[in-house]
């Protein structure tokens, strides 16, 4: 199960770091959320330690800031940072062999 992070300094933190870091805002009442978890949990099978991936329910009020500051308007929303920069945005269920193609084209994950 991946870690739920909340909106504080930590999430400014985590994405700054030089590993690559897949967000997932999500809700727990969305069905394509529900159906890109089992992806989520079978990317970080794959590449372990390479990638961190964090789950952001918008839902939680503690979230509001950084659903606001992403402008995150629909669900899934994924994006993957790197040292602070954002590398790539969509919105809408993937699979984890895209999510891993897409990780691999735009990082340095062996």
């Not at 989520?40 to 789950?55: E, F, H, V, Y």
């Not at 809408?92 to 340095?108: C, F, K, P």
Request: a positive charge; hydrophobic letters at 45%; charged letters at 25%.
């Amino acid at each position: 199960m991946m870690k739920h992070e909340k909106a504080t300094g930590s999430f400014q933190r985590l994405i700054g770091d030089a590993t690559p870091v897949l967000v997932d805002f999500f809700a727990t009442w969305c069905a394509p959320c529900r159906m890109t978890a089992p992806a989520l949990d079978t990317l970080k099978q794959r590449l372990g330690g390479a990638l961190r991936i964090i789950k952001i329910d918008i839902d939680n009020p503690h979230n509001a800031a950084l659903v606001a500051r992403y402008g995150v308007r629909s669900v899934p929303t994924l994006m993957l940072f790197r040292q602070g920069e954002l590398l790539w945005r969509e919105s809408g269920a993937r699979s984890a062999d895209e999510l891993e193609r897409i990780v691999r084209d735009r990082t340095v994950v062996g």
